[in-house]
């Protein structure tokens, strides 16, 4: 008990410390651990491609809808079981952050039929996130993605600032740090330009 009471006393000093000195690519590497560890954090912000994506009735979204947000894009498909597994906790981190400021977009890139995704999504109890394909992996293709599952974190610009290969809690501890420093990042840019 007193280990994870250390560990929890030590992720808040760091949010606080990040919230207070920007959240640059230094102060978030450290910030990672356990799942984490293999997030890559650029340096400075690299451009996205623009993306075309269908939605579950086939309608066209594009990526620069959600500008504006930070993002978690995560690459998966049906027929991944890692993809399959990280998918209720992109849901449940969907559900506590969603809004205004942030979005989480699951992307089913190549051969994913609809009702095998509507299907996956009832039986995983999916209820926050959209359903979002790449039938053609064009998208996939541009981000450099090759193997799944993939997850890129985009800033309220659309520019990718870190990337994880491999699957994860997102809703865990470790990357709620990580995604709670970015969010503070924006909101302290949003008070020192009023």
Known sequence: ????????????YTALALAANAASPEVLRDLRSGDMRALVIHDTPRDVPAAE?????????????WRGRWLVVNFWATWCPPCRAEM???DRLEAALGGPGFAVL????????MP?????????GLAHLPILRDPRQGFAAAMGVFGLPVTVILDPDGREVARLTGDAHWDGPEARAILDAL?????TDNLNER
């Open 1 to 12: 008990m007193r280990c994870a009471a250390t560990v929890c006393a030590a992720m808040i």
């Open 53 to 65: 994506l269908l939605d579950g009735d086939d309608a066209v979204h594009r990526l620069e809808d």
């Open 88 to 90: 209720p906790g992109l």
């Open 106 to 113: 699951p992307v089913a890139t190549g051969r994913n039929p």
């Open 116 to 124: 095998a995704v509507r299907r996956f999504y009832q039986e995983a």
């Open 183 to 187: 969010l503070a990042q924006e909101d």
